[in-house]
């Protein structure tokens, strides 16, 4: 989201790779453009969703990124990736319960990526929050 720094899908180890003979920014309009078009063609298809709603984190398109997260979860409830794309998406604009929810809910289908948690800038809105700091010790305390 900030900086489009969403985590990858379990299937997707690398962000996308930039273009030969294109610059950043060609590549990044290019990608931006294409894959709007795609998701207008095909709403369902969760690979255009979260390549678009990264694009459109990375123009600051925060509510837009979002509508597209809640549709991915929609489409993938059970999957821990697409609800810690919407915690961040929610915590980016500041909306500190939904975050908190839907991080939860990750955590609760196996998220454990605990070094993220710590240093993602999505969620700097919710890290200081006392649910925050519960919820993480809940699940990586293991004392």
Not at 16 to 30: I, T, Y
Not at 115 to 135: E, G, N, Y
């Given at each position: ?6 985590q990858p899908d379990d299937h997707e ?26 998701v207008e063609r095909d709403a369902s ?83 200081a929050d006392p649910r925050f700091i ?10």
């Amino acid at each position: 989201m900030a900086g489009s720094k969403r985590q990858p899908d379990d299937h997707e180890e690398h962000p996308h790779a930039v273009g030969v003979g294109r610059s950043n920014a060609s590549q990044r309009d290019f990608e931006f453009d294409f894959f709007g078009r795609l998701v207008e063609r095909d709403a369902s298809n969760v690979d255009f969703l979260r390549a678009h709603a990264d694009n459109l984190a990375a123009r600051g398109r925060y509510d837009r990124a979002l509508q597209l997260d809640r549709r991915i979860v929609k489409l993938q409830p059970d999957r821990p990736i697409p609800w810690y794309n919407l915690a961040c998406s929610y915590a980016v604009q500041g909306f500190i319960e939904p975050a908190l929810v839907a991080l939860q809910r990750s955590i609760e289908l196996g998220y454990a990526d605990f070094a993220r948690l710590r240093r993602d800038p999505d969620l700097d809105s919710i890290r200081a929050d006392p649910r925050f700091i519960k919820l993480i010790r809940r699940r990586f305390d293991r004392s």
